[in-house]
């Protein structure tokens, strides 16, 4: 008859390190398949959420300067209380009204006055909102308060000033699509291909890849526009297109250095899939400012003109 032999600890501690290698394993598992699964998530919302933003987009700017211009006041409005969130403030309801007045004054004056003379309009915005923080004494940074007023100001003024004109329509139109192309090849090429960071004390997310794959895909797309818009394909086309694909790109990380900086994540959960109002224009921005600069060196009057005499039209 066969004499079982006694478990030793050391068949014991075999038994439980081999347990808790399968239990780690499984966890892994588990992770694995809960990241899958949440990555999917978030691109069908953003998915989604590009399917309703990009035709309203393009329809405020087929319709013409006074529909263009109601649809960056609420864009506008938005993107100015989401900075007063991010900052602190979000609860001074007498600093959001301000805001929200300070967007319709830049608002209408750009539409109203040439460019050369609409800036003055951010001027007095910001002293504005300056004088309200000082007459209440919150305890709020003046700073980072008037650095919103001039970042949703400049992005008002730029939009309005640059649908200006027989060719605001196209211009515009060059830009979202540029800005569009851009983040969505950043986003897919730098999931895909990963490597090595862009900026990870900014963003820890965006890579080398991603912002290749973004500049590309802009010129590729600009030159499409510039070709519908009657402009020969030339040197000149493809440096514009870079230049705003590569402003696009730094907008996107300017914004992640003020989120950094106040530890958010999202400036709100407005837009699924991609957070607040600030988070999907934050490229556009930057992109619509360096576009009318460009474009009011040579035509202060139609920014949009302009742009397409430096492209070659």
Known sequence: MATRRPISSKDDGSAQTAMSSLNARAGAARGAVSSWHQAHRELFLRVVSAAVLVPAALISVWFG???F?????????????EWLRMIGAGNLMILRVAALISVGLVGVAAHMLPLQSAWIAIVVAGAAMGAVLWRRGFDVSTRWVVAGTIYVGLAILALVALRKG??????????????WASDTAAFFAGRAIGGPKLWPRLSPNKT??????GLLAGVVFGALVAAALAVPLAATVIALAAAVSVAAQAGDLLESAAKRHFMVKDTSALIPGHGGMMDRVDGLIAATVLTTLLGAVIAAEAPAEGFLTIMGR
Do not use: M, T
Not at 69 to 81: E, H, P, Q, R, S
């Open 65 to 67: 300067e006074v529909f």
């Open 69 to 81: 211009l109601i649809f960056v006041l609420l864009g506008g409005a938005v993107v100015a209380d």
């Open 166 to 179: 027989a060719d605001g329509l196209g211009v515009v139109v060059f830009v979202f699509l540029v800005a």
């Open 208 to 213: 080398w890849a991603g912002a290749v794959a």
